[in-house]
C-alpha cells in the first residue's frame, strides 16, 4: 500500500499524469523514478531499516505507480498487482466463507471465470444480474451481501451502471461497492467520486497503453479498508514487479493525451459504422443511439475507443477479421495500437454459452480497440475489410 503525497491532489489531471508519485531521485536527481531491482533492503540492525524490509511489502518504483495511479483516481491509497485477475483476487479476499457478492452479469470473461471456478469453491456466494437496471441490482441484495461490483463501461457490451444508484443500493446492505474502471479509465471516470469504496483496473489496458506488460491496480479512499487491503497485498504476495510497475508508470504520463485520441478516434469510427450499417448493430454509448447515452453524458467525461458491432454470423465476423490489415487480430485493448477480436471465441470464450447468449454475445459479435494511429487510415482500413458485406 501507499498513500498519496496530499500535495499531487492539488494539480489538473495531465499534471498528476505525469508528476503524482514521483520526485526526482535522492542520490543522482534522476528525473525518472529508478526501476528498483531487489528483493532485499539492507538493515542499519534488526528493526532499524529505512522504511523498507523486503519487496513484497513495498518497493519504490512499485509505490510510484500506486500514488500516481491513486492520486488518478481521486482517492488516496494505491495497491499495485502483477496482473488485474490477480488484483480482482487479492480485492475478494476481504471476504469470507458465505459471503454474497452481487456482480454485474457482463463483466470481463476472466472475472466470472475466477468467481464460478475458483471462489465458489471457497464458500463465496455470486448472484449476476444486469445491472444496467438499478432495480434488478436492488432486488439481488440480501443481508448477506458484502459487496456489488459493477463494470461501467462492461466488456464488451458497452452497458453503463448508474453509479450512484449502484452507491445508494450497495449502502442498503452496508456492501462495498468495486468498480471495474478499465475501459473508462480515470481520465474519463472516477468512481470514488460517485462513493464506490473500491476501484480497479487492468493496468495492462490503457493505463499502461503500450501493450508491453500485465498488471493491475487497486484504489481506495477509506483508511481502515486501505489497511485491510494492505495486509491481503503483503500476505498473499501477488504484487506488481518493479519493472513492470515502471513500465505502467511510463504509460499513465501519457493517459490525458492518449484518451483524447482514442476518444476521437472511436468517436469518428462509430459514426463511420452507423452510416455504414444500422445503428442497432453499432454498440458505442458516444452514440446518441445509445440506449444509455444520457447517462453516460453524466457520469463520464468522454467515451474512449471500445467499441462492438454485431455482424449477425460468425462467417460475416471472420471475413473482417481476416481482411484487416491496421486492426490486429488479439485480445486486449487499450493499447496504442488498433485491436480487434471475437469476443464470444476470445476474451468472453469462458462464459457459459447460456450467459453469452443472454447477454448479447453472439458469434458475429466483433470488438474494437480503436488505437491511437490516424483516423483516416483506421477508417479505410475497416472500409476494406467490410467491403462487400
Ligand atoms: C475489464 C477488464 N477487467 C479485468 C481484466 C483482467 O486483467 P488482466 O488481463 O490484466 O489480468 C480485463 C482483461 O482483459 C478486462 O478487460
Known sequence: MTRVFDEDLEPGFGTRAIHAGQRPEPLAGAIMTPIYLTSTYVQDGVGKNKGYEYARGKNPTREALERNVAALEGGTHGFAFASGMGCLDSIMKLFRAGDHIVCGENVYGGTSRLFDRILVNLGLRFTYVDTRYP??????????????????PTNPMMWIADLAAMREIASRSAALLIVDNTFATP?????????????????TKYLNGHSDMIGGIAVVRDDALA????????????????FDAWLALRGTKT?????????????RIAAWLVDRFDEARVIYPGLASH??????????????????????????????LERVKIFALAESLGGVESLICLPAAMT??????????????GDGLIRLSCGVEDADDLVADLDQAFEGL
Open 227 to 242: 489497511e485491510q487491503l494492505k495486509f491481503i497485498h503483503n500476505a498473499a504476495g501477488a504484487v506488481a514487479g518493479p
Open 348 to 361: 468472453h470464450a469462458s462464459v457459459p454459452p447460456e450467459r453469452r447468449a443472454k447477454i448479447g454475445i
Open 187 to 203: 481520465y474519463f471516470q472516477r468512481p470514488l467520486e460517485f462513493g464506490a469504496d473500491v476501484v480497479f483496473h487492468s493496468t
Open 255 to 267: 493517459l490525458h493525451l492518449r484518451m483524447r485520441q482514442h476518444d476521437a478516434n472511436g468517436r
Open 135 to 152: 432495480d434488478r441490482v436492488a432486488d439481488a441484495v440480501t443481508p448477506q451481501t458484502r459487496a456489488v461490483l459493477v463494470e461501467t
Open 291 to 320: 440506449p444509455q447515452h444520457e447517462l453516460a453524458c453524466r457520469q463520464m467525461k468522454g467515451f474512449g475507443g471500445m467499441i462492438s458491432v454485431d455482424l449477425g454470423t460468425r462467417e460475416r465476423a471472420d471475413r473482417v
